[in-house]
């Protein structure tokens, strides 16, 4: 039982981090591979448990509520709990251009826990972006750089005192996705390595996990339910063959 908890708590954690601060250069919709014209997301996460020779969802263990403009970015992420009571907040602001400026995280009584400020270059690619803490004090700081197909090759991420603490790199398939992420430790030696497939959709259909020197740490598949407008509608995990998670979710469109 314990060999299935680890993974799950992975993913879920992988995807929050993924998509609340990567690559800010592009669209929410584009960045979470949404179709059409996206009102709200609600995402729900459950726990699974066999019955028989099949999984089924069991207990929920979080849920967001996930709202978006008219011009495909985020206004506000709201994470609940597994009893519906809020968790933390994220509020989205913009530039004028519609990159986005600034991303502050609140408690379940607003009060404000962490912000993040986006900076740019002339190209309007994201440069770096400092997280600040409840008091204004600077923390994190993350670097991009970029290579010649306009995508993020590095991340260089420092502590708040400017000492580099780590490093990853990437590599995209034919299909400009990220098919392979290489993290790295300050002192330069490669920590882990992560490899990705997609299906034709552009869904994440595989992740695996390989230590330094190349042994297969875990390997989780991804299967979907698709809606009308393309948009996956639940998706199950699987690792060794048996679903670790199931993610739901309603999407309201424009």
């Not at 849920?63 to 978006?68: C, P, Q």
């Not at 869904?203 to 407008?229: P, R």
């Amino acid at each position: 039982m314990n060999k299935m908890k680890k993974p799950f708590i992975q993913i879920a954690a992988f995807l929050l981090l993924f998509n609340a601060d990567g690559f800010c250069q592009l669209n929410d919709y584009a960045k979470s591979n949404l179709k059409g014209k996206v009102k709200t997301v609600t995402e729900k996460t459950y726990q699974t448990v066999k019955a028989g020779e099949t999984f089924i969802k069991g207990r929920m263990v979080q849920w967001y509520l996930n709202a978006f403009n008219e011009q495909g970015n985020k206004t506000e992420d709201i994470k609940y709990m597994s009893d519906s009571a809020v968790d933390k907040k994220y509020i989205y602001s913009y530039n004028t251009d519609g990159s986005r400026k600034e991303m502050a995280v609140y408690n379940a009584d607003d009060l404000l826990r962490f912000k993040i400020v986006y900076h740019y270059d002339d190209k309007g690619q994201l440069t770096e972006d400092i997280s600040y803490d409840e008091k204004n004090r600077p923390g994190k700081k993350i670097a991009y750089l970029y290579g010649s197909n306009g995508k993020v090759m590095e991340e260089n991420i420092y502590n708040a005192e400017g000492e580099l603490r780590q490093k990853i790199r990437y590599s995209y398939n034919s299909s400009n996705l990220i098919s392979e992420s290489n993290r790295y430790k300050e002192n330069g030696e490669l920590e882990r390595r992560n490899a990705f497939k997609y299906d034709g959709k552009g869904n994440e259909t595989e992740d695996q996990v390989f230590y330094a020197d190349g042994k297969l740490v875990s390997s989780t598949t991804y299967l979907y339910q698709l809606d009308k407008q393309d948009n996956w509608i639940k998706k199950t995990a699987f690792v060794d063959n048996q679903a670790v998670s199931i993610v739901e979710r309603t999407i309201a469109y424009y």
